[in-house]
Nanobody
Framework: QVQLVESGGGGGSVQAGGSLRLSCAAS????????MGWFRQAPGKEREFVAG????????YYADSVKGRFTASRSNAENTVYLQMNSLKLEDTAVYYC????????????????WGQGTQVTVSS
């Protein structure tokens, strides 16, 4: 079956202004055929789109709140998608999820078929 496994949140915290790189390893699907998205959910808030990357990595999309600070990338050889997060802010604290969608990109949660279990990112002052 399809599995998406996030890592890199660390379980601990990172100071504001610092950096983290999240990874999402995929299995059970033809990874290079899928658009990959990153979403996040902060306590008491709805899950929101963060970033997306096309099947070949040629196109990336970002929420305005992270544009210029976060970078999505992927390695189809390793079936892995990454989210490099720089200049982290307190408001970036959330559980981060990767998700997979066949065909075109989307910022809409319901249009993603597969989801990881999430990894906690905590930014402290």
């Amino acid at each position: 079956q399809v599995q998406l496994v996030e890592s890199g949140g660390g379980g601990g915290s990172v100071q504001a202004g610092g950096s983290l790189r999240l990874s999402c390893a995929a299995s059970g699907l033809t990874f290079s055929s899928y658009y990959m998205g990153w979403f996040r959910q902060a306590p008491g808030k709805e899950r929101e789109f963060v970033a997306g990357i096309s099947w070949d990595g040629g196109s990336t999309y970002y929420a305005d709140s992270v544009k210029g600070r976060f970078t999505a990338s992927r390695s189809n050889a390793e079936n892995t998608v990454y989210l490099q997060m720089n200049s982290l802010k307190l408001e970036d604290t959330a559980v981060y999820y990767c998700a997979a969608r066949r065909s075109r990109g989307s910022r809409i949660m319901a249009e993603y078929a597969y989801w990881g279990q999430g990894t906690q990112v905590t930014v402290s002052s």
